[in-house]
């Protein structure tokens, strides 16, 4: 499983925003179907919201393949 830190500039970033940012949606369309198949977990919990406020210290996780830290 790859893993990625990720520092966040402010209070939090969107869900979708994160993926489109960390290169593991190539669009905005790709980063909610990603969502809506149900493939990312938050802290360990699945994700639906794709506007979720991800803040530091979440780990976001994305299938079997990535694991994102926020810092």
């Known amino acids: ?15 979708l925003g994160l993926l489109k940012a960390t290169g593991i949606a190539q669009t905005g369309g790709h980063a909610k179907m990603i ?3 149900e493939e990312v977990f938050r802290n360990g919990e699945l ?13 976001i996780e994305v299938g079997d393949e ?6």
């Not at 893993?3 to 869900?15: C, D, P």
């Not at 794709?50 to 780990?59: N, Y």
């Open 1 to 15: 499983m790859e893993k990625i830190e990720f520092t966040i500039n402010g209070e939090f970033i969107e869900l």
């Open 35 to 37: 969502v809506e198949d």
């Open 47 to 59: 994700e639906t919201r794709k506007r979720a406020k991800l803040v530091s210290g979440d780990i």
């Open 66 to 71: 990535v694991r994102i830290v926020l810092k």
